[in-house]
């Protein structure tokens, strides 16, 4: 079994870690998000950069949000402007972290 390390949580966010499998998981409003580390920072890298309003779209309900497309075609995360600036805040906050952990372990 594996024992699992917050690295951070918000709201409805919650990034944790496993070390030994070498596995970060993103848990957000029944999703489950499993990167290896270097999956992780290269999907934070790719994402962080996009601005809110350049990619916005608006819902059947009027809601304005930003879709991520995944690797499967039928599956999207959705965003509102408050979720999405939640989410790279404790991203941010994640890999800050992250690293804190693999200065004091010595990697």
Do not use: H
């Amino acid at each position: 079994m594996c024992k699992t390390s917050v690295l951070a949580q918000k709201g409805a966010v919650i990034i944790s870690q496993c070390c030994n499998c070498k596995v970060l998981n993103i848990w957000r409003s029944g999703v489950l998000m499993n990167f290896s580390f270097q999956q992780f920072d290269a999907f934070y890298l790719a994402t962080c950069r996009i601005d809110f309003d350049d990619f916005l779209e608006t819902r059947p309900d009027g809601q304005e949000v930003v879709i991520l497309s995944t690797p499967f075609p039928d599956i999207s995360l959705v965003f509102n402007r408050q979720e999405w600036d939640l989410f790279f805040e404790v991203m941010a906050e994640a890999r800050f972290m992250k690293r804190i952990y693999e200065l004091l372990n010595g990697n």
